[in-house]
């Protein structure tokens, strides 16, 4: 059982990426009082376990409904992520300052449950079945808010020059995923552009 476990656990670990999802929340975060950064993480982390829930349960059938694809749900991600990561990068704006807003989106949705998470658990629930799938979703989720709980410290470390200087970095990295969703989408739904 714990092999089979941990068969799961590791790509979902990988598509998840909590230590990665660090920096992004240090820079949506910034100048945040602590307690409303908690707050933050507990929102994203409760956001984020229940959309990959529903997803799992619900998303084939939801997405052949709605005539959606996963590609189509990575290039709206990825726009989204863009816009936001530009915005903050160029001007400094954050767009979302609010707790509710920022807890389910961006960091909730796509960063924490984004649509690598959400193919994950698809394709490890036809493998292994709901029961392990759903309980490496939550460990996996879980592990993120610890680290992104964790966040304190490493704003302690790094000072506000630090702080800044990783804040750019993240809004970088963040407008680079948005575009490697873009181009994941974008190579299938049209599989010709990418040769």
């Known amino acids: ?7 799961v656990f590791v790509p979902m670990f990988v598509a998840v990426d909590p230590i990665g999802i660090l920096p992004l929340f240090l820079s949506l975060t910034e100048g945040m009082e602590p307690a409303m ?10 956001a984020a376990m229940a959309v990959a829930v529903v ?4 998303g084939r059938g939801l997405f052949h409904l709605l005539g959606i694809t996963m590609y189509d749900f990575m290039v709206a991600g990825g726009a989204l992520l863009f816009i936001i990561a530009t915005l903050d990068l160029i001007s400094g704006i954050k767009i979302a300052r609010r707790i509710e807003a920022i807890s389910v989106v961006p960091l909730g949705i796509p960063l924490i449950a984004g649509p690598a998470v959400l193919t994950t658990g698809l394709m490890l629930v036809g ?4 029961g392990i799938t759903l309980a490496a979703i939550a460990v996996n989720i879980a592990i993120a808010g610890a680290v992104l709980l964790s966040a ?3 704003r ?23 575009v490697m969703m873009l181009r994941k989408g ?3 739904i049209f599989p010709g552009l990418s040769g």
């Not at 950064?37 to 409760?46: A, G, P, T, Y």
């Not at 997803?55 to 619900?58: D, K, R």
């Open 127 to 130: 493998v292994h079945g709901y």
């Open 186 to 188: 974008i190579y299938g």
């Open 156 to 178: 302690r470390i790094l000072g506000n020059a630090g702080s800044q200087a990783v804040s750019k970095v993240a809004s970088l990295l963040l407008a680079a995923i948005a």
């Open 152 to 154: 304190d410290f490493w």
């Open 1 to 7: 059982m714990w092999q089979e476990f941990g068969l």
């Open 37 to 46: 950064r908690k707050r933050i993480v507990r929102h994203s982390v409760l």
């Open 55 to 58: 997803f799992v349960f619900l």
